[in-house]
């Protein structure tokens, strides 16, 4: 009878472990010999070292070649989250994070790229396929600083294969940084009435936006926890936001938070929007939900804008996107002589220079600037002795008699004449 003996051979390699800090590329190779009584254990052996040496040939190459673009994204993502926990990084968290979504999500062709192998040319190449995807002028721009930091950090960190960054040179142009459009006090008057009339669930989440300034995710994230309606001065404390990206909940944009105080509109408005809640309770037998407001499908799934867009044209008032909603709440009270620095707390506005967009727009600014122009004169003096159309000279034409009592200006029309 013949004896049987398996023999399994496994070789893990770590390569480049200084540069990757810690990335690792295992090969992992699984032989499985047979081996009758003919064949020695030396024989095996060799077969073992063999294995070794070519699982070492293939690491080498893979280190000559360079690193995969994904590769480099995962070192990217880890280098960035040790230096915001130090707070050396530009981008808070929540910022950092909807960056590396866009980076994977945009780059999903780059899979099987090496990242020393993207060039200007490519890097062009899904800008140009990205905007004719309908992406925003703006939201290109990010991702091109996004793409222009990923390289600049490998080139700091000396990653093999890289030795140039494929961003520089090349530029887009955004179409609009910020938007200009907000309504007047009649125009969000109008709004409100017909979205109750005509929209329910929106006019809610349209007077918490107009109202509040809170942004989109914080919105979506407000919870009845966070109101403060039983003392003299009702309040809401915000202090999360939700990604829809992610699908998480997180801090707010700037990772603070911030309480704001409700005034006698909202809180009106919040009366309204508990008998709406015992009403959808009855009518649907589910619970009561945590969450303050109504979640219609097109809110879940991105649609906001879209939504208040073409509803303003149809009401026939200026049409804005949803975040303009943030923007009407930061001019009305600007308007109505609230200072800055208290509107950017209430806001939640990181710093001044966020601020100067929404006093543009507000008017404040250049409020009386011309009031100091006066260009009115004294009534002209005519002559009793002579009609208006005399003293100019149209068709006039007088005689030397005439001339002696002339004023100027007839005199300088007898020359043109």
Same mark, same amino acid.
């Given at each position: 009878?013949?004896?049987?003996?398996?023999?399994?051979?496994?070789?893990?390699?770590?390569?480049?472990?200084?540069?990757?800090?810690?990335?690792?590329?295992?090969?992992?190779?699984?032989?499985?010999?047979?081996?009758?009584?003919?064949?020695? *254990?030396?024989?095996?052996?060799?077969?073992?070292?063999?294995?070794?040496?070519?699982?070492?040939?293939?690491?080498?190459?893979?280190?000559?070649?360079?690193?995969?673009?994904?590769?480099?994204?995962?070192?990217?993502?880890? *280098?960035?989250?040790?230096?915001?926990?130090?707070?050396?990084?530009?981008?808070?968290?929540?910022?950092?994070?909807?960056?590396?979504?866009?980076?994977?999500?945009?780059?999903?062709?780059?899979?099987?790229?090496?990242?020393?192998?993207?060039?200007?040319? *490519?890097?062009?190449?899904?800008?140009?396929?990205?905007?004719?995807?309908?992406?925003?002028?703006?939201?290109?721009?990010?991702?091109?600083?996004?793409?222009?930091?990923?390289?600049?950090?490998?080139?700091?960190?000396?990653?093999?294969?890289?030795?140039?960054?494929?961003?520089?040179?090349?530029?887009?142009?955004?179409?609009?940084?910020?938007?200009?459009?907000?309504?007047?006090?009649?125009?969000?008057?109008?709004?409100?009435?017909?979205?109750?009339?005509?929209?329910?669930?929106?006019?809610?989440?349209?007077?918490?936006?107009?109202?509040?300034?809170?942004?989109?995710?914080?919105?979506?994230?407000?919870?009845?926890?966070?109101?403060?309606?039983?003392?003299?001065?009702?309040?809401?404390?915000?202090?999360?936001?939700?990604?829809?990206?992610?699908?998480?909940?997180?801090?707010?944009?700037?990772?603070?938070?911030?309480?704001?105080?409700?005034?006698?509109?909202?809180?009106?408005?919040?009366?309204?929007?508990?008998?709406?809640?015992?009403?959808?309770?009855?009518?649907?037998?589910?619970?009561?939900?945590?969450?303050?407001?109504?979640?219609?499908?097109?809110?879940?799934?991105?649609?906001?804008?879209?939504?208040?867009?073409?509803?303003?044209?149809?009401?026939?008032?200026?049409?804005?996107?949803?975040?303009?909603?943030?923007?009407?709440?930061?001019?009305?009270?600007?308007?109505?002589?609230?200072?800055?620095?208290?509107?950017?707390?209430?806001?939640?506005?990181?710093?001044?220079?966020?601020?100067?967009?929404?006093?543009?727009?507000?008017?404040?600014?250049?409020?009386?600037?011309?009031?100091?122009?006066?260009?009115?004169?004294?009534?002209?003096?005519?002559?009793?002795?002579?009609?208006?159309?005399?003293?100019?000279?149209?068709?006039?034409?007088?005689?030397?008699?005439?001339?002696?009592?002339?004023?100027?200006?007839?005199?300088?029309?007898?020359?043109?004449?």
């Amino acid at each position: 009878m013949t004896n049987l003996v398996f023999r399994v051979g496994r070789v893990d390699v770590n390569f480049h472990d200084q540069i990757l800090s810690g990335l690792k590329v295992c090969l992992c190779l699984d032989r499985f010999d047979v081996i009758d009584d003919k064949m020695t *254990e030396e024989k095996a052996e060799r077969e073992e070292k063999a294995l070794e040496r070519e699982a070492q040939r293939q690491v080498f190459e893979a280190e000559q070649a360079g690193m995969l673009w994904t590769r480099l994204l995962d070192f990217y993502e880890k *280098e960035v989250e040790k230096q915001i926990k130090q707070g050396t990084w530009s981008q808070r968290q929540p910022c950092f994070l909807d960056s590396m979504s866009s980076l994977r999500r945009f780059t999903e062709g780059w899979k099987e790229f090496r990242a020393g192998d993207i060039s200007p040319a *490519e890097v062009t190449k899904l800008l140009h396929k990205l905007e004719a995807q309908g992406l925003a002028g703006s939201t290109l721009v990010r991702f091109l600083g996004d793409l222009r930091k990923v390289f600049d950090l490998a080139l700091l960190n000396e990653i093999k294969g890289i030795d140039r960054n494929p961003t520089n040179g090349v530029s887009i142009k955004s179409r609009r940084r910020k938007r200009d459009e907000v309504l007047s006090r009649d125009e969000i008057k109008k709004l409100l009435v017909y979205a109750k009339l005509y929209e329910p669930q929106w006019y809610f989440i349209w007077s918490f936006a107009v109202c509040t300034g809170l942004r989109n995710g914080e919105l979506f994230a407000l919870k009845w926890t966070d109101f403060d309606l039983d003392s003299d001065h009702p309040l809401i404390r915000v202090s999360r936001s939700y990604n829809k990206r992610t699908r998480e909940y997180k801090e707010t944009k700037t990772g603070e938070s911030r309480e704001i105080p409700i005034c006698g509109p909202l809180l009106e408005v919040i009366n309204e929007l508990k008998k709406w809640h015992l009403h959808e309770v009855g009518r649907t037998n589910k619970g009561e939900s945590e969450f303050v407001l109504p979640r219609p499908g097109l809110w879940q799934n991105g649609y906001q804008a879209k939504v208040l867009r073409e509803f303003c044209k149809e009401i026939g008032i200026t049409p804005i996107c949803f975040h303009s909603l943030r923007a009407c709440f930061a001019t009305e009270l600007l308007r109505r002589g609230v200072p800055q620095i208290k509107v950017q707390a209430v806001g939640g506005w990181a710093d001044m220079k966020s601020m100067t967009h929404y006093v543009r727009l507000s008017g404040i600014n250049v409020k009386g600037v011309t009031d100091a122009l006066d260009f009115s004169s004294p009534e002209a003096q005519i002559s009793p002795s002579r009609t208006m159309m005399q003293a100019v000279g149209d068709h006039y034409r007088p005689t030397e008699e005439d001339l002696k009592g002339a004023n100027p200006l007839a005199t300088r029309r007898l020359h043109q004449i």
